[in-house]
T-cell receptor, first 113, second 110 residues
């Protein structure tokens, strides 16, 4: 199955600033997915990132707040913009890992103060 | 929209006990269902993937069953160990999107 390297693993940020999270996959994949997991909650899909096209955002998530880049088939970034304490969550990227199903990155634990 | 419910929300068992985690989902038109494990503050580790045509999958001490028509899946853990302590998430896949339950938080007491 695919192996994903996600970084940073955690960060503490000041409100009003932005953080960019990176995911690098060891194989080429068509779609990459970005999820948010708020404290005590389950995972919620933010957007699907296809190489060469705009990301598709789920209801409640907008590009201005969560811009996504997908410059090639092995890499994607998610930026959390103009952060507030409500953005404190774990952010995860995911890809389809072939016969093993979906594979997730190790997550980025974000705390906004 | 798919709704996923996992019962119980939390479970504490003594080491060596066999246990069953339950997952139900409202939309039975799924392609597959995946069980994940999540350690505190970490990402997800895939445990088992069951295709919609399958009834069960086994990996070591883990056995997952799927009853697609009734919208249910169970994860059976045999001879539980303290290292099994984690949150377990089930995720039915309807096309290219997973829907996650809130998980079962398992604590195995030595």
């Amino acid at each position: 199955s695919a192996v994903i390297s996600q970084k940073p693993s955690r960060d503490i940020c000041q409100r009003g600033t932005s953080l960019t999270i990176q995911c690098q996959v060891d194989s080429q994949v068509t779609m990459m997915f970005w999820y948010r997991q708020q404290p005590g909650q389950s995972l919620t899909l933010i957007a699907t990132a296809n190489q060469g096209s705009e990301a598709t955002y789920e209801s409640g998530f907008v590009i201005d707040k969560f811009p996504i880049s997908r410059p090639n088939l092995t890499f994607s970034t998610l930026t959390v913009s103009n952060m507030s304490p409500e953005d404190s969550s774990i952010y995860l990227c995911s890809v389809v890992g072939g016969v093993d199903g979906y594979t997730f990155g190790s997550g980025t634990r974000l705390t906004v103060v | 929209k798919q709704e996923v419910t996992q019962i119980p929300a939390a479970l504490s068992v003594p080491e060596g006990e066999n246990l069953v985690l339950n997952c139900s989902f409202t939309d039975s038109a799924i392609y597959n269902l995946q069980w994940f494990r999540q350690d505190p503050g970490k990402g997800l580790t895939s445990l088992l993937l069951i295709q919609s045509s399958q009834r069960e999958q086994t990996s070591g001490r883990l056995n997952a069953s799927l009853d697609k028509s009734s919208g249910r899946s169970t994860l059976y853990i045999a001879a539980s160990q303290p290292g099994d302590s984690a949150t377990y998430l089930c995720a039915p896949n309807t096309g290219n999107q997973f829907y996650f339950g809130t998980g079962t938080s398992l604590t195995v007491i030595p």
